[in-house]
T-cell receptor, first 114, second 113 residues
Framework: DTGVSQDPRHKITKRGQNVTFRCDPI?????LYWYRQTLGQGPEFLTY????????KSRLLSDRFSAERPKGSFSTLEIQRTEQGDSAMYLC????????????FGSGTRLTVV | GENVEQHPSTLSVQEGDSAVIKCTYS??????FPWYKQELGKRPQLIID?????GEKKDQRIAVTLNKTAKHFSLHITETQPEDSAVYFC????????????FGKGTRLHILP
């Protein structure tokens, strides 16, 4: 499969626990984006990597959120001390072109905080 | 930063009729406008895009128009079919700044039999 892979597909966690999601982009894509999507809303930008460098973080990304992309390949998004408001679909996208051309999305990780 | 507004939030059309979804954007420097289709439980998929150097683009039953002066762009689907039922998102970015895409809130399109 040469698409964008996200793991896990679903995660149910108790409030206050930490969770980590993984995204494997298309191998030749150097740009990787994380978005959050809640029910009935469009994807909201969280953060963006070009290779291993995190170039931009949204104000939506509180101190409890951290993202990494070591070696410029896969990326992880960690949420510490989860809250019910963190329940959402977390989408990863990758591209090889600047400015949003050629975004390919993964299937997402659906997080439910109980 | 960029803000993208999308209307309507829900749209129902009879099968075979046309559907139009409209978006506005705030950043006059935006120059790339993709449209994504998201079926229930699936990932958003690019269906058509337009760059600021053209006013209209067509691909079979779908077309997009762009009015840079008014900062409006629209998606037109003709001869709608049941498989067109989905949520559609408009989006905008500034490719010159190597910017991320900002999405509208989406339009849920229902095709009625």
């Amino acid at each position: 499969d040469t698409g964008v892979s996200q793991d896990p597909r679903h995660k149910i966690t108790k409030r206050g626990q930490n969770v980590t999601f993984r995204c494997d982009p298309i191998s030749e894509h150097n740009r990787l984006y994380w978005y959050r999507q809640t029910l009935g809303q469009g994807p909201e930008f969280l953060t963006y990597f070009q290779n291993e460098a995190q170039l931009e973080k949204s104000r939506l990304l509180s101190d409890r959120f951290s993202a990494e992309r070591p070696k410029g390949s896969f990326s992880t998004l960690e949420i510490q001390r989860t809250e019910q408001g963190d329940s959402a679909m977390y989408l990863c996208a990758s591209s090889s072109s600047p400015g949003g051309y050629g975004y390919t999305f993964g299937s997402g990780t659906r997080l439910t905080v109980v | 930063g960029e803000n993208v507004e999308q209307h309507p939030s829900t749209l129902s059309v009879q099968e075979g009729d046309s559907a139009v979804i409209k978006c506005t954007y705030s950043d006059s420097a935006s120059n790339y406008f993709p449209w994504y289709k998201q079926e229930l439980g699936k990932r958003p998929q690019l269906i058509i895009d337009i760059r600021s150097n053209v006013g209209e683009k067509k691909d079979q039953r779908i077309a997009v128009t762009l009015n840079k002066t008014a900062k409006h762009f629209s998606l037109h689907i003709t001869e709608t079919q049941p498989e067109d039922s989905a949520v559609y998102f408009c989006a905008a970015s500034n490719a010159n700044r190597d910017d991320k895409i900002i999405f509208g809130k989406g339009t849920r399109l229902h095709i009625l039999p």
